[in-house]
């Protein structure tokens, strides 16, 4: 197979401009930002007491047993989490910051870094500073983001904010006046962006179509996806070095994936609109099969039609293939769209106004799911998100019990590996399915609708890769303008 050959003018840019004609001063953009991270810390610490069965029954225990044991906890697997995101508890702990403040502070760096790089992405777009700071403002403040790390203490938020490097880095590699040895560079960084991600989160992979598209396009030379594979056996060396069996860390992920057997478990995917009860495991087969023509096909007729790749079409590819492929595959989870979240955000940047529909509807579908998962015993009867006394966002103490498989008895010190209810895995407070096929799994009238919000969004969002292949190289009208040099803040 020929790749098409990549021409590069022999220019580099400034590493320092001079700040634009008219533009805002330093000291003033920085203010902004700073207020922005104030009131984004002032809403969040408004949840931080707030303890969920996923914290009570996991977070909280692997915290514990790293406390007790220390580095010699990897000796087992107590945990159905990957490494690189226990080997931060593990610094919680050796610094004695509390449990449940701890592991949410994590998260919320991250959402500052999520915003970092939603700021840095827009900037590769446009000289307006406005417009960055909005990029930066709407990110840490999205609901579905406060939500997850604030009021949940989930991990979302970091190989999320991976993936946006990941995409930055990207591109960064297209721009216009980038010389070859830059572009060698934004390429290996950006797949070192997306082995972290991966190591954090196997979620990650619903992105990673892009790099494909992009290597065969001739627009990532292959040599940069070895850093994919590096960077995550690194981030795996320190559990090695603490004495974990080499089968556990080989195994994470495949004890993960095979563990749950519902067609949906909270998603906002197909799944809810299927009313189908007994044995659906030929549906389930069916989903990853068309998600994988779909990707297939794209992939094929890009290599035929040979469509320009902008960084446009970068993102609205990255963000189709974060929104398509969990919305058609079985056993996903109520957070798996947390990166098309965040992705769509940065892409309304960078299409028509008209192209916001597709974060409304997607931080829609986000706000139900949320609203189903964290009411009832997810929000420990405390009247949902908001917690007690703050005005309800869920159920109160007469919500619903959590179905079975939540993991609330696991005992002190353990977890069930890779197993259902595990907040690493599909099964979350909504359980697993039968053992031996997949069963409906559907939920309630909201989630139908989140569902449907959602499908919306991926038909946009087929339309919005079609406009940006379309436009080809053409720059997009009014404000978005490429004239400025993306490092100044």
């Known amino acids: 197979m020929t790749s098409a050959t990549l021409t590069i003018p022999d220019r580099v840019p400034n590493d320092d401009p001079p700040t634009p004609t008219g533009a805002s001063p330093r000291w003033l953009r920085w203010s902004v930002l700073g207020a922005i991270i104030v009131v984004a810390l002032v809403i969040r610490w408004q949840f931080l007491d707030n303890e969920t069965l996923d914290y009570r029954a996991f977070l909280s225990r692997w915290y514990g ?3 007790t044991q220390g580095t010699e906890a990897f000796t087992e697997r107590f945990a159905d989490y990957n490494y690189p995101y226990l080997y931060l508890i593990w610094i919680l702990t050796a610094l004695n910051i509390p449990a449940l403040v701890g592991i949410k502070a994590i998260s919320i760096i991250f959402d500052v870094v999520l915003a970092f790089f939603a700021y840095r992405i827009v900037a590769l777009r446009t000289e307006r500073f406005s417009l960055r700071a909005l990029a930066f403002g709407v990110m840490i403040l999205l ?11 989930q991990a979302d938020a970091i190989y999320s904010a991976f993936v946006l490097g990941g995409v930055y880095f990207l591109l960064r590699a297209r721009s216009e006046d980038i010389e070859r040895s830059a572009y060698l560079w934004n390429s290996v960084w950006a797949c070192a962006f997306f082995g972290l991600a991966l190591s954090f989160k196997l979620q990650a992979v619903f992105v990673m179509p892009v790099l494909l598209w992009l290597l065969l396009r001739g627009k990532l030379p292959w040599q940069s996806l070895v850093a994919i594979p590096v960077v995550f056996a690194l981030m795996e060396v320190p559990a090695l070095l603490a004495g974990a069996p080499l089968h556990d860390v080989l195994t994470v992920y495949l004890d993960q994936t095979g563990s749950y057997k519902k067609l949906t478990l909270g998603a906002a995917n197909l799944y809810q609109l299927v009313p189908i009860d007994g044995d659906a495991t030929w549906l389930a087969h069916a989903g990853i099969a068309v998600a994988g023509a779909i990707v297939v096909a794209f992939l094929a007729w890009s290599v035929w039609r040979k469509p320009p790749v902008t960084q446009a079409s970068i993102l609205a590819v990255a963000t189709a293939s974060a929104v398509i492929v969990p919305f058609l595959l079985p056993a996903m989870h109520d957070r798996y769209f947390y990166a098309a979240e965040v992705l ?14 597709i974060p409304v509807l997607i931080q829609l579908a986000a706000i139900g799911v949320y609203h189903s998962s964290l009411s009832g015993d997810q929000g420990m009867g405390g009247g949902g998100f908001g917690g007690a006394g703050r005005g309800g966002f869920g159920g109160g103490a007469d919500a619903p019990a959590a179905p079975t498989g939540t993991g609330g008895g696991v005992p002190t010190g353990a977890a069930r590996p890779g197993g259902p209810g595990g907040p690493g895995g599909p099964g979350g407070a909504h359980g697993g399915g039968g053992a031996d096929g997949y069963t409906s799994g559907r939920g309630d009238g909201t989630l139908a609708m989140c569902a449907t919000a959602m499908g919306l969004s991926a038909l946009t969002l087929v339309y919005a890769v079609a406009h940006t292949l379309r436009r080809g190289a053409h720059p997009l009208p009014g404000i978005l303008r490429q004239d400025r040099h993306p490092n100044a803040i």
């Open 65 to 67: 047993v790293l406390d």
């Open 344 to 357: 769509s955000v940065v892409l309304a940047f960078y299409l028509p106004l008209r192209f916001v529909i």
């Open 143 to 153: 609901p579905s983001v406060i939500a997850n790390s604030a009021y949940w203490g």
